[in-house]
């Protein structure tokens, strides 16, 4: 677990990641509507707080997901910046839906996994159920960065693909 008090959380909210997602990830506290349960993930992927995303995914839908599958791969991406285009949620009927972009380096190239997840509301806590894969395109030279530095992408990330 980070406990580094200056990092900045890595789901684009402008917190420390301690008063942030931590707390989540702590199971100090749940995520009262999709879009922070969404964020928090994010964070966890980023953080590599691989149990969090265990125990906020649905059980009826982890399809043998484990710890070790999380793992695969974790330490050759580099999460640079998590986009929320739009989220939904109805506790009544207990569901909701986040559509996001979260953009990542791996092997000199930046893509970005763009989905609109579902959430079911069970027992006073969301979960993570399934997403629908989108195809993400790359910003323009001249549009703010995915990392949210406040540069323009040719300017920042751009320059980290090969």
């Not at 969404?38 to 590599?48: D, G, T, V």
């Not at 509301?121 to 395109?137: D, P, R």
């Amino acid at each position: 677990m980070n406990s580094d008090t200056t990092l900045l959380c890595p789901c684009g909210k402008p917190n420390n990641y301690i008063d942030c997602c931590q707390p989540y990830h702590l199971a100090q506290k749940s995520a009262k509507n999709v879009e922070d349960l969404m964020r928090s993930r994010y964070s966890a992927f980023a953080l590599q707080e691989f149990q969090y995303l265990l125990d906020t995914h649905h059980p009826d839908y982890k399809n043998g997901l484990t710890l070790q599958l999380l793992a695969q791969g974790a330490n050759e991406t580099q999460w640079l910046g998590l986009d929320v285009e739009q989220s939904n949620q109805d506790p009544s009927i207990g569901s909701g839906t986040v559509t996001f972009k979260a953009w990542y380096l791996n092997e000199g190239c930046i893509d970005a996994i763009y989905e609109c997840s579902q959430f079911k509301y069970i027992n006073g806590s969301w979960f993570y159920t399934e997403g629908q894969q989108k195809q993400a395109q790359l910003p323009k030279r001249n549009d703010k960065c995915i990392c949210h530095s406040g540069k323009k992408f040719k300017a920042c990330c751009m320059k980290k693909q090969y």
